[in-house]
Nanobody, 129 residues
């Protein structure tokens, strides 16, 4: 069992930056691959960033590539999402998630919600123009 708690909700202006954190509790969290998703009002929950458990591979959709960066600190059991050059369309509730994935599965399915077993409660990010 893993419990995930996001923090770092905030309001930013377009072009600004925010960093979200996701603190995990539970055994062997370092064995889990992690990801961030987001959900805007009336829309699906979309993939934002993924990090394979070894730390050697990341994945991003084109909409955030070059602007967002996922990282983790296993000594703190914490996952981060650094968001730069924010746009109004980045406004959403952001969720962190984790799951045990093989490299093959991660490579094929990192962007799918069903790949992850545990989810945080979400944190609001609002970007004003």
């Amino acid at each position: 069992q893993v419990l995930l708690v996001e923090s770092g909700r905030g309001l930013a202006q377009a072009g600004g930056s925010l960093r979200l954190s996701c603190a995990a509790s539970g055994r062997a969290f370092s064995d889990y691959s992690v990801a961030w998703f987001r959900q805007a009002p009336g829309k699906e929950r979309d993939f934002v960033a993924g990090l394979f458990w070894t730390g050697g591979r990341t994945a991003y959709p084109d909409s955030v590539k070059g602007r967002f960066a996922i990282s983790r600190d296993n000594t703190k059991n914490t996952v981060y999402l650094q968001m730069n050059s924010l746009r109004p369309e980045d406004t959403a509730v952001y969720y962190c998630a984790c799951g045990i994935l093989s490299l093959d599965t991660w490579s094929r399915s990192v962007q799918y919600r069903a790949s992850y077993d545990y989810w945080g409660q979400g944190t609001q990010v609002t970007v004003s123009s």
